[in-house]
């Protein structure tokens, strides 16, 4: 437990820098941790929703949230995370959806974000809602929040600022995590809740110190090519390892 609650730590220190939660890289550690999968993304979820709800707060206050585009792609993403927590899924398929996503994640953190002026949006924003709901179901049924993959692609569109994609894709993790974990409760995880709570409140802890010791070190200290640089190669690993195990 002490190792999984470090890795917990150094993974939201990581994500929290570059904006996301680390959902996928959660589940996967517990994965090879082997514990039961079912319980895998009520813990994922919640620890999300413990990183990036400072982070959704922050953005708010400051002013950076671009609220009608994020609330649109949010609400769209929203429903469909709570239908993929429904889901049943068997554990093969679920850790292959795991390890495919985390290679995925590792490949969209390379894409280059630069803080330009806001541009005319490209035809690709046209497709933003169909991304954000498949994003969201994706979402709910793995356990990640989802915003690390919509990101790149808003950047791709010139959505928005650098710095209101961040801020869009942070309400968009937390949202889908909340609706996510409702899901996954409902389809049976109510009655595993006592074992995850007992499992995952270390976990937690461990999540909640690093993603404030993540954003502060973004904030005041690292490079942010760096930090993506490492948790891209953190998540490649992690994925790897996930699927070299199937």
């Known amino acids: 437990m002490p190792a999984l609650a470090i890795a917990f730590f150094v993974t939201a220190l990581l994500y929290a820098s570059v904006g996301f939660g680390g959902g996928s890289t959660y589940t996967a550690l517990l994965a090879l941790a082997q514990v039961d999968y079912r319980i895998l993304p009520l813990l994922a979820l919640t620890c999300n929703i413990v990183v990036v709800a400072g982070s959704s707060l922050r953005f708010a ?69 169909l991304l954000a709901a498949s994003f969201g179901y994706l979402a709910g049924l793995v356990g990640i929040g989802g915003g690390i993959f919509l990101a790149p692609f808003l950047h791709l569109a010139r959505w928005d600022r650098a710095r209101a994609i961040a801020a869009t894709a942070s309400l968009f993790i937390l949202v889908n995590s909340l609706f996510g974990l409702a899901g996954q409760l409902l389809k049976g995880g109510a009655g595993r809740l006592g074992t995850a709570v007992d499992l995952g409140l270390p976990l937690i802890v461990a999540v909640a110190i690093g993603g404030q010791i993540g954003s502060l070190l973004a904030l ?27």
């Open 61 to 129: 206050r400051a002013g950076i949230t671009p609220w009608r585009g994020a609330l649109v792609l949010t609400g769209i993403a929203a429903p469909a995370a709570f239908l993929g927590g429904l889901t049943p899924i068997s554990e093969k398929a679920f850790l292959g959806i795991l390890g495919v996503s985390l290679v995925l994640t590792a490949l969209t953190l390379l894409v280059p974000v630069q803080e330009t002026p806001k541009k005319h949006p490209t035809r690709l924003a046209g497709v933003m809602p």
């Open 220 to 246: 005041k200290y690292l490079p942010q090519r760096w930090i993506r640089l490492g948790t891209a190669a953190l998540t490649a690993w992690v994925g790897g390892r996930l699927l070299l195990n199937l």
